[in-house]
């Protein structure tokens, strides 16, 4: 087995087997990602408009689908190949080589990291399709608001623990304040799974307390009847 220090992760003095750097640029990386990205949230986008739901809809619908696509493929790739992924060459370990650059756990396999991006992959990615399915059916499912919320949880729960280890750690696993790798990668693109399920939770939230106050009365009636 190869060990090498030769490499851009923090600690600097991480031994990373079989370390082989990135063939391709970051240019290359993130154009094809947010390329395909695009694609996924235009064809959502069309697709809602010509169902004529409304706009709010609209953008939820799009970050459903969208979140669906990344747990599944991108961190449901890492979950499975995590042990090898400093190794390889392919398109998604070389994105997440170059993630790793911003949070080394990802390029060491670190426990939480593991665990964390397993659950999301593999419970949360289905959650999410599931959650647009029942929002875009002809008969818009019951359980819709009921999905958006656990779904919404589970992501800010995922991601509010992957913040806080790391400040726990003391911002160890990569460079502080380094404009791409600390402020975009690690701070900005993570502050989605913050924001939009906070949003998400209290829209879920408020839907189905108004549900559950038109039920009350009638339950309240039916039982009133019941003791007459």
Request: with cysteine; hydrophobic share 45%; charged share 15%.
């Amino acid at each position: 087995m190869v060990i090498s220090r030769d490499h851009p992760y923090f600690p600097r003095e991480l031994n990373i087997p079989n370390y082989i750097p990135n063939s391709s640029s970051i240019v290359e990386l993130l154009g094809i990602f947010f390329g395909l990205a695009a694609v996924v949230l235009l064809g959502t986008w069309v697709y809602t408009t010509r169902r004529k739901f409304p706009i709010t809809d609209r953008l939820k619908l799009c970050w459903f689908v969208m979140c669906g696509f990344i747990h599944l493929i991108l961190e449901g790739y890492f979950s499975l190949f995590h042990a090898s992924l400093a190794g390889k060459s392919s398109y998604l370990a070389q994105m997440w080589k170059e993630y790793g650059k911003g949070d080394s756990r990802y390029i060491t396999s670190e426990t939480f990291i593991v665990c964390m991006e397993s659950i999301t992959a593999f419970i949360d990615g289905p959650l999410c399709f599931l959650t647009a399915a029942a929002f875009l059916s002809r008969r818009p499912s019951p359980y819709r608001y009921v999905l958006q919320l656990s779904v919404s949880l589970c992501q800010l729960y995922g991601d509010t623990l992957y913040y806080l280890t790391e400040i726990k750690e003391g911002f160890k696993n990569g460079e502080m304040w380094h404009p791409l790798h600390f402020w975009f990668y690690f701070v900005f693109l993570n502050a989605f799974w913050i924001i939009i399920p906070l949003i998400m939770i209290l829209q879920a939230v408020r839907n189905l307390v108004e549900a559950q106050s038109k039920l009350d009365p009638n339950d309240s009636s039916k039982q009133r009847k019941k003791a007459f």
